[in-house]
């Protein structure tokens, strides 16, 4: 699994990939990958999100893709 972000420039969204680069959305939990996130046990957070891995979003393959 990496963390990546998604969408237009400027307005990118947190998510994952994962299996055959697979993504997910996981905006609806996390704001971004940033210094809040790692300081507020944001990785406990995440891997409490992946047990549900099947019900999150998927994010679409013509996704612009943004680092994390």
């Not at 307005?11 to 809040?36: C, H, M, Q, T």
């Amino acid at each position: 699994m990496r963390l990546t972000r998604f969408g237009e420039p400027g307005k990118e969204k947190p998510g994952i990939v994962y299996d055959d680069n697979k993504r997910k959305d996981l905006s609806a939990f996390f704001n971004d990958w940033d210094r809040d996130f790692f300081q507020n046990d944001g990785l406990l957070k995440l891997k409490s999100q992946l047990a549900t891995l099947d019900t999150l979003p998927d994010v679409p393959e013509n996704t612009r893709w943004g680092s994390c």
